[in-house]
DNA sequence: CGTGTAAGGAATTCTGACACG
DNA sequence: CGTGTAAGGAATTCTGACACG
Protein backbone atom coordinates (compact mmCIF):
# COMPACT_ATOMS: atom_id res chain seq x y z
CA UNK A 1 0.00 0.00 0.00
CA UNK A 2 3.10 2.31 0.78
CA UNK A 3 4.74 3.71 -2.47
CA UNK A 4 8.21 4.95 -3.59
CA UNK A 5 6.45 7.90 -3.05
CA UNK A 6 5.63 7.72 0.36
CA UNK A 7 9.32 6.15 1.43
CA UNK A 8 11.12 8.84 3.07
CA UNK A 9 14.85 8.17 1.76
CA UNK A 10 15.79 11.17 0.89
CA UNK A 11 18.15 13.38 2.35
CA UNK A 12 17.96 17.41 2.82
CA UNK A 13 20.84 18.40 0.36
CA UNK A 14 19.09 15.94 -2.35
CA UNK A 15 15.82 17.69 -1.57
CA UNK A 16 17.31 21.52 -2.17
CA UNK A 17 18.70 20.13 -6.02
CA UNK A 18 15.25 18.62 -6.53
CA UNK A 19 13.63 21.88 -5.29
CA UNK A 20 16.11 24.41 -5.78
CA UNK A 21 15.00 25.41 -2.01
CA UNK A 22 17.87 26.37 0.65
CA UNK A 23 17.91 23.97 3.71
CA UNK A 24 16.92 27.05 5.49
CA UNK A 25 13.51 27.64 3.71
CA UNK A 26 13.14 23.29 4.40
CA UNK A 27 13.87 23.28 7.85
CA UNK A 28 11.83 26.17 8.71
CA UNK A 29 8.46 24.56 6.62
CA UNK A 30 8.86 21.67 9.01
CA UNK A 31 9.09 24.23 12.00
CA UNK A 32 6.27 25.67 10.69
CA UNK A 33 4.31 22.03 10.24
CA UNK A 34 4.14 22.08 6.81
CA UNK A 35 6.33 18.74 6.30
CA UNK A 36 7.22 15.99 8.39
CA UNK A 37 10.38 14.25 7.33
CA UNK A 38 11.34 11.25 8.86
CA UNK A 39 14.32 10.76 11.08
CA UNK A 40 17.58 8.33 10.44
CA UNK A 41 19.39 6.81 13.28
CA UNK A 42 21.70 9.37 13.51
CA UNK A 43 18.85 11.99 13.34
CA UNK A 44 19.49 13.08 9.95
CA UNK A 45 16.40 14.08 8.03
CA UNK A 46 14.70 11.81 5.46
CA UNK A 47 12.04 13.05 2.64
CA UNK A 48 9.59 11.15 0.21
CA UNK A 49 9.35 11.97 -3.28
CA UNK A 50 5.34 13.08 -2.37
CA UNK A 51 7.50 15.72 0.32
CA UNK A 52 9.26 16.85 -2.41
CA UNK A 53 6.02 17.75 -4.22
CA UNK A 54 4.58 19.25 -1.48
CA UNK A 55 7.55 21.41 -0.97
CA UNK A 56 7.65 22.22 -4.68
CA UNK A 57 3.88 23.44 -4.17
CA UNK A 58 4.61 25.41 -1.19
CA UNK A 59 7.56 27.18 -2.90
CA UNK A 60 5.24 28.36 -5.50
CA UNK A 61 2.86 29.64 -2.99
CA UNK A 62 5.47 31.32 -1.02
CA UNK A 63 6.43 32.85 -4.49
CA UNK A 64 2.68 33.93 -4.43
CA UNK A 65 3.08 35.95 -0.89
CA UNK A 66 0.98 33.24 0.75
CA UNK A 67 2.47 33.17 4.36
CA UNK A 68 3.25 29.43 5.76
CA UNK A 69 0.19 29.89 8.10
CA UNK A 70 -2.19 30.17 5.32
CA UNK A 71 -0.53 27.49 3.35
CA UNK A 72 -1.09 25.49 6.84
CA UNK A 73 -4.48 25.79 6.72
CA UNK A 74 -5.30 24.94 3.18
CA UNK A 75 -3.35 21.78 4.19
CA UNK A 76 -5.39 21.34 7.00
CA UNK A 77 -8.68 21.03 4.36
CA UNK A 78 -6.76 18.55 2.48
CA UNK A 79 -6.25 16.51 5.07
CA UNK A 80 -10.02 16.51 6.39
CA UNK A 81 -11.30 16.01 2.35
CA UNK A 82 -8.74 13.16 2.72
CA UNK A 83 -10.04 11.88 5.65
CA UNK A 84 -13.62 12.28 4.74
CA UNK A 85 -12.74 10.52 1.35
CA UNK A 86 -11.28 7.57 3.03
CA UNK A 87 -14.24 7.05 5.31
CA UNK A 88 -17.30 7.26 2.30
CA UNK A 89 -15.00 4.61 0.69
CA UNK A 90 -15.11 2.41 4.26
CA UNK A 91 -18.63 2.83 3.98
CA UNK A 92 -18.75 1.90 1.06
CA UNK A 93 -20.98 4.83 -0.31
CA UNK A 94 -18.79 5.54 -2.87
CA UNK A 95 -19.16 2.06 -4.63
CA UNK A 96 -22.61 2.57 -4.46
CA UNK A 97 -22.08 5.97 -6.26
CA UNK A 98 -20.11 3.48 -9.19
CA UNK A 99 -22.86 1.23 -8.94
CA UNK A 100 -25.51 3.94 -9.53
CA UNK A 101 -23.51 5.76 -12.50
CA UNK A 102 -23.82 2.59 -14.32
CA UNK B 1 8.33 8.23 -18.83
CA UNK B 2 11.60 7.75 -16.02
CA UNK B 3 9.82 7.30 -12.41
CA UNK B 4 10.15 7.56 -9.35
CA UNK B 5 11.82 3.98 -9.62
CA UNK B 6 14.38 5.45 -11.54
CA UNK B 7 15.21 8.51 -9.93
CA UNK B 8 19.03 8.37 -8.37
CA UNK B 9 18.55 10.32 -5.31
CA UNK B 10 19.16 7.59 -2.64
CA UNK B 11 22.77 7.71 -0.58
CA UNK B 12 25.22 4.97 0.10
CA UNK B 13 23.84 5.45 4.04
CA UNK B 14 20.29 4.62 3.32
CA UNK B 15 20.79 2.14 0.58
CA UNK B 16 22.69 0.25 3.62
CA UNK B 17 19.73 0.39 5.34
CA UNK B 18 17.01 -0.78 2.59
CA UNK B 19 19.41 -3.59 1.59
CA UNK B 20 20.86 -4.80 4.88
CA UNK B 21 24.77 -4.73 2.68
CA UNK B 22 27.48 -3.23 3.82
CA UNK B 23 29.22 -0.23 2.09
CA UNK B 24 31.99 -1.98 1.12
CA UNK B 25 29.20 -4.50 -0.45
CA UNK B 26 27.88 -1.86 -2.44
CA UNK B 27 30.61 -0.25 -3.92
CA UNK B 28 32.68 -3.50 -4.66
CA UNK B 29 29.80 -4.14 -7.27
CA UNK B 30 29.79 -1.14 -8.56
CA UNK B 31 33.80 -2.10 -9.37
CA UNK B 32 32.47 -5.14 -10.84
CA UNK B 33 30.01 -3.38 -12.73
CA UNK B 34 26.47 -4.74 -11.22
CA UNK B 35 25.47 -0.93 -10.27
CA UNK B 36 25.95 2.35 -11.83
CA UNK B 37 24.81 4.66 -9.18
CA UNK B 38 24.77 8.64 -10.02
CA UNK B 39 26.97 11.07 -8.52
CA UNK B 40 25.70 14.21 -6.85
CA UNK B 41 27.95 17.66 -7.54
CA UNK B 42 30.17 16.59 -4.57
CA UNK B 43 30.89 13.03 -5.49
CA UNK B 44 28.80 11.26 -3.65
CA UNK B 45 26.66 8.14 -4.80
CA UNK B 46 23.26 8.34 -5.42
CA UNK B 47 20.77 5.28 -5.70
CA UNK B 48 17.82 4.96 -7.13
CA UNK B 49 14.45 2.21 -5.75
CA UNK B 50 15.60 0.08 -8.55
CA UNK B 51 19.20 -0.21 -7.72
CA UNK B 52 17.81 -0.92 -4.50
CA UNK B 53 15.79 -3.65 -5.99
CA UNK B 54 18.84 -4.80 -8.23
CA UNK B 55 20.99 -5.05 -4.76
CA UNK B 56 18.47 -7.12 -2.78
CA UNK B 57 18.59 -9.57 -5.73
CA UNK B 58 22.72 -9.46 -6.06
CA UNK B 59 22.77 -10.41 -2.44
CA UNK B 60 20.06 -13.04 -2.34
CA UNK B 61 22.78 -14.41 -5.53
CA UNK B 62 25.61 -13.98 -3.70
CA UNK B 63 24.33 -15.92 -0.57
CA UNK B 64 23.02 -18.50 -2.95
CA UNK B 65 27.18 -18.64 -3.47
CA UNK B 66 26.63 -16.73 -7.28
CA UNK B 67 30.10 -15.02 -8.38
CA UNK B 68 29.83 -11.55 -9.46
CA UNK B 69 31.27 -12.37 -12.87
CA UNK B 70 27.92 -14.89 -13.16
CA UNK B 71 25.75 -12.16 -11.94
CA UNK B 72 27.13 -9.76 -14.45
CA UNK B 73 26.38 -12.31 -16.76
CA UNK B 74 23.09 -12.60 -15.96
CA UNK B 75 22.72 -8.93 -16.18
CA UNK B 76 23.79 -8.24 -19.35
CA UNK B 77 21.35 -11.33 -21.49
CA UNK B 78 18.68 -9.31 -19.13
CA UNK B 79 19.39 -6.14 -21.12
CA UNK B 80 19.84 -7.67 -24.21
CA UNK B 81 16.30 -9.32 -23.79
CA UNK B 82 14.80 -6.00 -22.83
CA UNK B 83 16.56 -4.07 -25.74
CA UNK B 84 14.55 -7.02 -27.60
CA UNK B 85 11.36 -6.57 -26.39
CA UNK B 86 11.80 -2.60 -27.28
CA UNK B 87 12.55 -3.29 -30.81
CA UNK B 88 9.46 -5.60 -31.08
CA UNK B 89 7.50 -3.13 -29.62
CA UNK B 90 8.82 -0.44 -31.64
CA UNK B 91 8.32 -2.72 -34.97
CA UNK B 92 4.57 -3.13 -33.94
CA UNK B 93 4.96 -6.46 -34.06
CA UNK B 94 3.81 -7.68 -30.43
CA UNK B 95 0.45 -5.10 -30.80
CA UNK B 96 0.25 -7.54 -33.87
CA UNK B 97 0.41 -10.50 -31.47
CA UNK B 98 -2.22 -8.91 -28.85
CA UNK B 99 -4.40 -8.03 -31.69
CA UNK B 100 -4.10 -11.93 -33.19
CA UNK B 101 -5.31 -13.37 -29.56
CA UNK B 102 -8.16 -10.73 -29.70
C1' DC C 1 7.42 36.61 9.46
C1' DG C 2 10.80 34.45 6.59
C1' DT C 3 15.39 33.72 5.54
C1' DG C 4 20.58 34.34 5.57
C1' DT C 5 24.68 33.36 7.91
C1' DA C 6 28.72 32.14 10.99
C1' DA C 7 29.73 28.56 14.69
C1' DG C 8 31.09 24.22 16.45
C1' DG C 9 30.34 19.53 16.68
C1' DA C 10 28.96 15.04 15.09
C1' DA C 11 28.13 11.87 11.38
C1' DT C 12 28.74 10.69 6.25
C1' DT C 13 31.17 9.57 2.30
C1' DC C 14 35.28 9.01 -0.52
C1' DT C 15 39.61 6.82 -2.09
C1' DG C 16 43.56 3.77 -1.88
C1' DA C 17 45.53 0.25 0.70
C1' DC C 18 46.61 -3.74 3.65
C1' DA C 19 44.70 -8.13 5.27
C1' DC C 20 42.84 -12.80 4.83
C1' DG C 21 41.94 -16.49 2.08
C1' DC D 1 37.44 -13.42 -5.18
C1' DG D 2 34.87 -10.92 -1.77
C1' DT D 3 34.85 -8.33 2.21
C1' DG D 4 36.58 -6.06 6.62
C1' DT D 5 39.02 -2.34 8.50
C1' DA D 6 41.96 1.75 9.88
C1' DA D 7 43.36 6.33 7.73
C1' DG D 8 42.87 11.04 6.55
C1' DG D 9 40.41 14.38 4.29
C1' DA D 10 36.42 16.64 2.40
C1' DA D 11 31.54 17.48 2.47
C1' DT D 12 26.94 16.99 5.04
C1' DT D 13 23.81 17.81 8.52
C1' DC D 14 22.31 19.47 13.00
C1' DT D 15 21.03 22.92 16.54
C1' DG D 16 20.64 27.45 18.63
C1' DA D 17 21.39 32.12 17.81
C1' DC D 18 21.99 36.79 15.92
C1' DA D 19 20.52 39.79 12.13
C1' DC D 20 17.26 42.31 9.23
C1' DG D 21 12.89 43.84 8.62
Known amino acids: MISYKDNKVI ?3 TVCELTG ?3 R ?3 YYEERKLVYPARSKKGTRKYSFNDVELLMKIANKREEGVQTYEI ?3 LKKKHIQEKGIR ?3 RKGQLN ?3 H ?3
Chains 1, 2 share one sequence.
Open 11 to 13: SIG
Open 21 to 23: LSE
Open 25 to 27: KIR
Open 72 to 74: RQE
Open 87 to 89: NEL
Open 96 to 98: AHF
Open 100 to 102: MKK
